[in-house]
């Protein structure tokens, strides 16, 4: 067991650079600051920080902002974005590896077979929200603190959810491609188009993202629904006129669009399965920013190709990255990008300075804020406990190394 000032080795596992180099050409010199979070949650406050905020720090040449800070106070600090199979970077790294940080984007899936060949890891941190990507039954088990940097992106990612169900229902994508086609094909673009107004939405998990998708869609004048482990409180849900139902099978019967905004964890994994989605009107639209293990991949594609799902959209697969023939790239009418929502340069100057608090904080022996743990002592913690359950939902994500080693 190392001590308090002891060494210790930070690795650190972040998405490559941009394919025409770093830094690149910003489009604008600053960003908003913003006092608090919407619910008063007090932004990350680390002793300070060593990038601007606006900068692209979570690529390989970002290094979240951290080196000087790391290597100031003697730590190593190891960063690369290698992190799948049995030969990558990360695996060799691993091994006396004190931390590990990783995002969500470019996940460093922390398996129990992983964790194994780690004796001497104290803690995994997710510069992001979501440590899915860890099994946290292992972590539970090996006493290994597990924190995220909670709210830091929760706004981004409501904000891109409610684009992507302007540019599903709108039928978007097709009329820009028009454009680029030099086409005017007007009768073609508009053949899927409706309007939203007057629609009937239901999100999966009124949590951070969930609650500010409710409030973003209301001047819509759509109906408003909701499901959650924990009803909101009865003023909020007679403020925004939300109905809510008891479970997601209720919801998705209801709802014209539904929108998925809870963790992956055991009780969520492939809730989205066939069954399910049969249960949804034909014509429904999926916006899935929250996890891509939510949903049953060939289902969703299946949907789609019957014309039974309208269309599908998000920003998360699994594996991340998901092999260069995985169906979610060529289904019909889906509207993807990569896992990118919560990850524009506003929201990366949050948790870099989040990551940069939490590990201050461990460094100095002091608390981690409780809204940011996700496993402290052998159980889920904070945060953690109030929206995970325990195990694990990393099975399968050796299959990333499809990405770099399949013939394309
Ligand atoms: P919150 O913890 O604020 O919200 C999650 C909500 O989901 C909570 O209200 C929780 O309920 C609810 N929930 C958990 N399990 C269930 C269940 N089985 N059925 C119904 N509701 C459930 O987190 P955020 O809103 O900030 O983030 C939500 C998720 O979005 C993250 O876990 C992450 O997976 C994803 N995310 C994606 C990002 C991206 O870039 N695409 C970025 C950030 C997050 P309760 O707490 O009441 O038990």
Known sequence: MKGPNEKRKIVCVLYDDPVEGYPPKYARDS???????????????????????????????????????????????????????????FEKELVDAD??????????????????????????????????????????????????????????????????????????????????????????????????????????????????VLKRMKPFDVELHYTDRHRLPAEVEKEFELTFHEDVESLVQACDIVSIHCPLHPETEHLFDQKLISRMKRGSYIVNTARGKICDRDAVAKALETGHLAGYAGDVWFPQPPPRDHPWRRMPHHAMTPHTSGTSLTAQARYAAGVREILECWFDGKPIRDEYLIVQGGKLAGAGAHSYSEGDATGGSDEAVQFKTKDQ
């Not at 006092?35 to 040449?61: K, N, R, T």
């Not at 992983?114 to 090996?142: F, N, Y």
């Not at 603190?145 to 830091?152: A, I, L, N, R």
Request: proline share 5%; aromatic share 8%.
């Open 31 to 89: 960003i908003p600051t913003l006092a608090a979070y919407p619910d008063g949650q007090l932004m990350p406050s680390p002793s300070g920080i060593d990038f601007s905020p606006g900068d692209l720090l979570g690529c390989v040449s970002g290094e979240l902002g951290l080196r000087s800070f790391l290597e100031e106070r003697g730590h190593k600090f190891v960063v690369m974005s290698d992190k799948d199979g049995a030969d990558s970077a």
């Open 99 to 212: 931390v590990v940080i990783s995002q969500p984007f470019w996940p460093a899936y922390l398996t129990s077979e992983r964790i194994a060949k780690a004796p001497e890891l104290k803690m995994a941190i997710t510069a992001g929200i979501g440590s899915d990507h860890v099994d946290l039954q292992a972590a539970i088990d090996k006493n290994i603190t597990v924190c995220e940097v909670t709210f830091c992106n929760s706004i981004s990612v409501s904000e891109h959810t409610v684009m992507m169900i302007l540019a599903l229902v709108r039928d978007y994508i097709p009329q820009y491609d028009w454009v680029i086609k030099g086409g005017w094909n007007i009768a073609d673009a508009v053949a899927r188009s409706y309007d939203v107004e007057g629609m009937s939405i239901g999100i999966l998990g009124a949590g951070r993202i969930g609650f500010a």
